[in-house]
Nanobody, 121 residues
Framework: QVQLVESGGGSVQAGGSLTLSCVVS????????MGWYRQSPGKERELVAR???????DYADFVEGRFTISRDSAKNTVNLRMDWLKPEDTANYYC???????????????WGKGTLVTVSS
């Protein structure tokens, strides 16, 4: 198993920016995929963005070019820079790690405890 420690959540006004960070440790295997999911009341947890060991990135449609994911595989960190935030972005954001790739998964999901992002109008 792996451990994920998140930071950077907080409260911002609509149109503002926020950067989330995550440090992953433990039994990290490659190839792998790291990224961010989010969940708000009444909705299922959904993918926000993810990036593979080879730096191939995927974004949810609702991102609409506003967010940028990055990772440092040497340090086992993954960041999410969020710009032009909207009130509907308000949610708990969870760091995520999984052994494998979107084309072939080898391991189970591993989650951080979550960090709250609140966007006010």
């Amino acid at each position: 198993q792996v451990q994920l420690v998140e930071s950077g959540g907080g409260s911002v006004q609509a149109g503002g920016s926020l950067t989330l960070s995550c440090v992953v440790s433990g039994n990290i295997k490659r190839p792998n995929t790291m990224g961010w999911y989010r969940q708000s009341p009444g909705k299922e947890r959904e993918l926000v963005a993810r990036m593979t060991t080879g730096n191939n990135a995927d974004y949810a449609d609702f991102v609409e070019g506003r967010f940028t994911i990055s990772r440092d595989s040497a340090k086992n960190t993954v960041n999410l820079r969020m710009d032009w935030l909207k009130p509907e972005d308000t949610a708990n954001y969870y760091c995520h790690y999984r052994h494998g790739l979107p084309t072939m998964w080898y391991g189970i999901h591993n989650w951080g405890k979550g960090t709250l992002v609140t966007v006010s109008s």
